[in-house]
C-alpha cells in the first residue's frame, strides 16, 4: 500500500473486515427454526412411534440444546452463515459497511479530499473501493470503473495478489491527477486496519 501511496498524493486507507455484518437475525431464525423441529420430531417419535407420554420439560431441554448448538454452528461457520444469508442481503451489508467505514476511518479528512478506501470483507468474499469527493472529480470515471471492475472480477487467483494489483492500478491512476508534491505528507495511516461487524 505505501509503494502504491509513493506514485501520488492521494492517500489509500485498506480495511479487512472479517464480515460485514453479524445477521444475528439469520442466526436467530435457524436456532428457533432448529429447536421447534427437534421438538416436534421428538414429540412425534415419543406419541406415535413409541405409544409413550413425553415429558414437556425434557423436549424442552433437548430442543433449546438444539437450538444452541444451530446458532453456534452458525455463529462459527462462514459457510453455514452464507447459506443463510440470501447473496443480495451479504451485498447491501457490505455496501453499508463500506459506507460506514469511510465515516468510521476518517477518510474524508485529507486535505484536498482525494483519499480512497478499499474495503474488504471475508465472509460475503467482496470489496468496495469507496473514493473520495475529490478523487471522484479528478479521476474519470471509466477508469474508477475499471479498477472497481477489477475488485469484482470472477476469479481463482490469489486474493492477496488481487488486491496489490488493484492498489497498484489506482496509485497509477491517482498519478496522473494528484502527482506527489516535495511537501506531501501522510494524512492518514498506511498500515491495513481490521474492523469487527
Known amino acids: 500500500m505505501a509503494a502504491a501511496e509513493r506514485r501520488t498524493g492521494c492517500e489509500f486507507v485498506v480495511v479487512l473486515a472479517p464480515a460485514s455484518s453479524r445477521y444475528e437475525g439469520r442466526v436467530w431464525a435457524l436456532a428457533v427454526g432448529a429447536a421447534l423441529a427437534v421438538y416436534l420430531l421428538l414429540l412425534g417419535v415419543h406419541e406415535l412411534a413409541l405409544d409413550l407420554t413425553a415429558d414437556p420439560v425434557w423436549l424442552l431441554a433437548e430442543a433449546v440444546a438444539m437450538g444452541a ?8 461457520s462462514n459457510r453455514l452463515l452464507r447459506l443463510l444469508v440470501p447473496r443480495w442481503r451479504q451485498s447491501a451489508c457490505v455496501d453499508a459497511a463500506a459506507e460506514a467505514t ?9 486535505r484536498e479530499r482525494n483519499a480512497v478506501l478499499l474495503y474488504i470483507s471475508v465472509l460475503e468474499g467482496e470489496a468496495r473501493l469507496v473514493p473520495d469527493i475529490g478523487l471522484t472529480r479528478a479521476l474519470r470515471e471509466s477508469r474508477l470503473g475499471e479498477i472497481k471492475a477489477m475488485l469484482s472480477a470472477p476469479g481463482d487467483g490469489d486474493p492477496v495478489e488481487r488486491v496489490e494489483s488493484v492498489l497498484e492500478a489506482l496509485g497509477r491512476a491517482c498519478g496522473e491527477c494528484f502527482a506527489r508534491r516535495d511537501d506531501d505528507i501522510n494524512e492518514l495511516p498506511d498500515k491495513p486496519q481490521i474492523r469487527l461487524p
Open 69 to 76: 448448538l444451530a446458532m453456534l454452528a452458525a455463529r462459527r
Open 102 to 110: 469511510f465515516t468510521r476511518e476518517n477518510v474524508s479528512l485529507t
